[in-house]
């Protein structure tokens, strides 16, 4: 019993004492019930684990296809209730399927929903335990022997963390792997380059697409006098380094592009030289908008200084690797040619669903990279120098904004929004 409850008790026994209800008693009644209820609510928001929250909002826009669900707190692992999720697409289920993730994202959301969506769309009975185990490899480890224990159909490895840590302790385990919302495996130094399949028990995919696509989709189809590239990188980001800034560079030294690439390694601690200085001097060495880009790595720490970036990029492009650096308003990069986190999770779960079926073993398959790039164009952040972007962007983009940052189409469904 909180003070709420003692001031409510209190009012109401006057009222029964004295034989009459008082405006004023009636007001402070009134407001306490209020306080009472918004107590009440943030006591079960905090209960309700924030997946289920955040599922709980997906399902409002597709009631249909998320009816079935059930969403909860979970004792899968002891000492662990708060960071474990329960989620079932049928109340009976047939699949059980374990996702370790090292952190809380945004990104993971989106890729375990997508997973949990094919399940359902599927027809498949299935049970998925998500656990984030905050970095820690021994809860990691011990939810993996409890899934042996208790006979799981499969692991997904959520981000890079968790596909290196299964890649390192669990590469040959009993229960078969797939890695989701994680970068090139190969990039990352986990499997052989030269191997065209993981040739282990882990069915990998990636958020990268080839070198090679990308700089199709810049110079052949986007900008054919593009001959300086910019590649903006916060230095301590190793991940972002060997996945995405030393395969560009090795790719452009190997193959006659006329493309020549300027490093820029951000330190956050100095701004002003690392990143404020080079990007002026890299826009002042530029003929034409279109013969130079600035290229934006898959930092968070970076993105959220792209207000500092777009300014001192002067009339030269932003763009990234990444689909969710193009937002609404003007905290956005232009462009953006990568893979989004839903795709690459309907890649993930493609997999999946070919194991569970049994049409397939972990072994044989090759590396999943979506073959397509998700484009994403934020036109508010567009040049205003007449660059112009090819009509069938359009057509392959998952989200365009228009001159006022709004969202024109959303995201994936290619349904033009007449707000």
Known sequence: MNNDHIKLISLLLLCLVSGFTPAKATEDIANILSDIRSDA????????????????????????????????????????????VRVKTTPKSDIKLLVLQSKSSSAYDISAQTIIDEYARNGIRAEFIILNYQGS?????????????????QIFAMGSAATRLLTKN??????????????????????????????????????????????????????????RIAVIYHGKNSSSIQTQVLPLQHYLAVTDTGISLELIEVNLHHLAYSLY???????????????????????????????????HAGDIPV??????????????????????????????SQYSLHLIQGLVQPDELPVGIVKTPDI??????????????????????????????????????????KK
């Open 319 to 348: 763009l990234s690797v990444t689909p969710s650096h193009v937002v609404a308003g003007p905290d956005s990069v232009f462009m953006s040619i990568g893979v989004s986190f839903k795709n690459n999770a309907l890649l993930a």
């Open 376 to 417: 994403a164009i934020n036109f508010m952040r567009k040049p205003q120098t007449g660059l112009k972007v090819p009509f069938h962007f359009f057509e392959d983009a998952i989200k365009i904004y228009d001159y006022q940052g709004h969202p024109v189409f959303k995201e994936g469904s290619h349904e033009f929004n």
């Open 277 to 311: 200085q080079p990007m002026l001097e890299f826009s002042a060495q530029s003929a034409h908008t279109d013969d130079s880009i600035f290229l934006l790595t898959g930092s968070t720490e970076l993105f959220m200084m792209i207000d500092q970036i777009n300014a």
């Open 170 to 227: 669990y590469q040959y385990g009993s229960i078969p792997v797939i890695t989701v919302c994680s970068k090139n495996p190969v990039a990352m130094g986990l499997i052989p380059s030269a191997r065209k399949v993981s040739g282990n028990h882990i069915a990998y995919t990636s958020l990268n697409i080839d070198i090679s696509t990308q700089i199709e989709y810049l110079k052949q189809k986007f900008l054919p006098r593009l001959r």
């Open 41 to 84: 609510k943030r006591q079960h928001q905090q209960k309700t684990p924030h997946f289920c929250r955040y599922l709980k909002q997906v399902m409002r826009s597709d009631p249909e296809v998320f009816e079935p669900y059930s969403c909860s707190g979970s004792s899968f692992l002891p000492g662990q209730h708060n960071k474990v």
């Open 137 to 153: 490899e021994t809860t990691a480890l011990a939810a993996i022997k409890l899934a042996e224990t208790k006979q799981f159909n």
